[in-house]
């Protein structure tokens, strides 16, 4: 099993750090070689994905990805800044399937925005297309301004388009996930979150994913329009499984879900491709405010490794003992500074790293 490891900017280097730590500590063998990502790979390069990074990630089972992006960077232009080496990763090794679960842990029910009965036990998987949609429709590059603005203008418009096979690949994950879910007790559904009452696209979304859910008669499946699922999520989100949608949605209702849990220093994600390699990180971005300082929460990078040996690497059991032993650090009550509250152990990011390699 070879696993890059891309570290990148700010906190992510000492939250990778952690993650490898716990890796070390499973019997497992990995063979991992690390690369530099995004501004630190700008300086020392002149590109944030390098050549030989491109070439590590591509020969990779699995890609370990910290966070990338300082404000240092914003003045460069576009194709140069930090941010563009996610999106390269994502095109070259093909990741159309974007895994965020929204889990709330029980010690940390009342970090939530919402009352503790509405979150408790909550976990969901977001399953976004990350290839197609209105974010690739036509006229893209047509900016008649540098500065991505239209002096002048009249109208502008974006395209929204699925494909047949985009639309099939991305259910086929979907059900597949529901399956193994429901394996360790899931419902056993997936919703499928659409806008066919307005959009011509969404309606063919929704014919494509019934189809395909023909093919699993095991797993439930019911079909949702976006502006109800946004209202869902935060009025009843134990009511859902898993919801498989497009891109632009996709987007929103992740980033919606993952405020359920309350803290963005415990969410993992996963991007993946059609033979399983991956990219894992963490939802949240590099917190160049708090970096060096020793203090981010490297819980959210330690569970996307979870998630890698889960869906790229076949381990399954070895998963489990991660996020057990996550469970575990917060029932103990060590708590980095973001989820911290009256009554809890406040620790490091290295100490938390300590402390899931001591439970594992
Ligand atoms: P951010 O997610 O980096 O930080 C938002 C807030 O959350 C900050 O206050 C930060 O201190 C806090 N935070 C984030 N992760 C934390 C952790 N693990 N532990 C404790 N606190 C944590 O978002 P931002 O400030 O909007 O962006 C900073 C930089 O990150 C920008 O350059 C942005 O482009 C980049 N970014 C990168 C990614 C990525 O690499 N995938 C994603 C989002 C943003």
């Given amino acids: ?55 590590l990630a591509q020969g990779a089972d699995a890609v370990l990805f910290g966070a990338v992006g300082d404000w240092k960077y914003d003045k460069l232009e576009r194709a ?55 974010y690739f429709g036509q006229p893209r590059g047509r900016r008649i301004a540098t500065d991505g603005h239209f002096p002048g203008a009249e109208e502008a418009f974006d395209t929204m388009r699925y494909s047949r096979p985009e639309i099939e690949r991305i259910a086929h994950v979907a059900f597949q996930a529901a399956r193994k879910r429901k394996a360790s007790g899931s419902e056993g559904r997936v919703t499928s979150v659409d806008k066919a009452n307005v959009l011509e696209t969404f309606q063919f979304w929704k014919d494509v994913v019934s189809e395909v859910g023909l093919q699993y008669p095991d797993i439930a499946l019911d079909h949702m329009y976006v502006d109800n699922a946004a209202m869902q999520l935060v009025k009843a989100p134990k009511r859902f499984d898993v919801v498989v949608t497009g891109n632009m949605f996709g987007d929103i209702l992740s980033d919606e879900a993952s405020m359920l849990t309350g803290s963005i220093g415990m969410l993992p994600s996963a991007s993946l491709n059609s033979s399983n390699q991956g990219l894992y990180e963490p939802s949240h971005g590099s917190a160049p405010d708090i970096a060096g300082k020793g203090i981010a929460n490297p819980l959210a990078t330690i569970l996307s490794a979870a998630m890698m040996l889960r869906f790229s690497l076949n381990q399954e059991a070895s998963a489990l003992r991660i996020e057990a032993a996550v469970q575990k650090v917060l029932a103990q009550g060590l708590r980095t500074a973001d989820i911290y509250s009256e009554g809890t152990t406040r620790v490091s990011t290295r100490e938390m790293g300590d402390a899931v390699v001591k439970a594992l």
């Fill in 80 to 134: 140069l800044r930090p941010e563009q080496a996610i999106l390269g990763l994502r095109k070259s090794l093909g990741l159309f399937a974007n895994f965020r679960p929204a889990i709330c842990y029980e010690q940390l029910t009342h970090a939530s925005s919402l009352k503790p009965e509405l979150v408790a036990g909550l976990d969901i998987l977001i399953i976004r297309e990350l290839t197609g949609d209105i």
């Fill in 1 to 55: 099993m070879k696993i890059a490891i891309l570290p990148g900017d700010g906190i992510g280097t000492e939250i990778v750090a952690q993650a490898v730590r716990v890796l070390g500590a499973l019997d497992l063998r990995f063979e991992t070689e690390t690369a530099l990502v995004g501004g630190a790979a700008y300086d020392a390069h002149g590109h944030p994905l390098p050549e030989a990074t491109l070439k």
